[in-house]
């Protein structure tokens, strides 16, 4: 049976010591949970996250990733550098990155591969946007985005991903996608999974929710048949909030 990870993903928020008075809070609201927890957080608070989350049962991701191992790429970081300090997840292809920093699928699929090759353990975004959807596209679109990310992807490799499906429309404007259509689009992109691989392979990989999930829907969303928890943007800057998503089934 597939596990709940529930991630929570800052975004361009908190300052060092913000992370640490969140980390003192959050760990002692999680420290029960029997779902795995993630923090992804901005490249600046990473080592105050690591140092803080030590002895909890809170792991560290960040939010982006460079394909390259070195060079002059001014602003970027490395997979390899990433790792250096203890770093075990990070965020691909988040519709933010592709819609403001023109992140396309070829250089998820890239980035997708500087992680594995690195140890670090990739939470690769999918989801369509509004004009999408209302074409009656959703399916198509996270079934090609999902196939070019896995692109070159071993079948052992894929124990190492994680998808999050997240609809453009439902992020950060208080829009949720039914359970039911959220758990379809899920089904879809196990489908593909299993057209990429196999049904044993898809049948294991954990696939989120994300957009606009919060504890009042968290519940609904995580009991269908094949959301494995979500992905969470605004929830999880308030630790009291964050950890009622996480311990929903408390």
């Excluded at 696939?207 to 968290?218: D, F, L, P, T």
Aim: with cysteine; net charge negative; hydrophobic share 35%.
């Amino acid at each position: 049976m597939r596990k709940k990870v529930i991630a929570g993903n800052w975004k361009m928020n908190m300052l060092p010591n913000e992370t640490i008075e969140y980390i003192e809070k959050f760990s002692k609201l999680v420290e029960n949970s029997d779902n795995e927890v993630i923090l992804c957080v901005p490249y600046i608070d990473l080592f105050y996250c690591l140092l803080n989350c030590q002895g909890t049962n809170i792991k560290v991701g960040a939010q982006n990733v460079h394909f390259e191992e070195k060079g002059a790429y001014t602003g970027e970081v490395s997979a390899k550098m990433l790792k250096s300090i203890g770093v075990e997840y990070v965020i691909i292809g988040h519709s933010e990155r592709r819609q403001y920093f023109g992140e396309t699928d070829e250089s998820v699929n890239k980035k997708v591969k500087a992680a594995l090759e690195n140890g670090l353990k990739p939470i690769i975004c999918v989801g369509e946007s509004l004009e999408q959807r209302e074409q009656g596209l959703t399916e198509n679109i996270i079934r090609n985005q999902t196939k070019l990310a896995l692109e070159g992807i071993s079948k052992e490799q894929m124990s190492n991903i994680i998808i999050a499906y997240e609809p453009i429309w439902a992020i950060g404007t208080g829009k949720t996608a039914t359970s039911e259509d959220a758990n379809n689009s899920i089904k879809a992109i196990r489908d593909e999974v299993s057209k990429v691989y196999d049904k044993e392979v898809a049948e294991n990989t954990i696939i989120q929710y994300g957009g606009s999930v919060k504890s009042s829907n968290a519940k609904e969303l995580f009991e269908t048949s094949d959301i494995d928890g979500g992905l969470v943007g605004g929830a999880s800057l308030v630790p009291e909030e964050f950890a009622k998503i996480v311990n929903y089934n408390k």
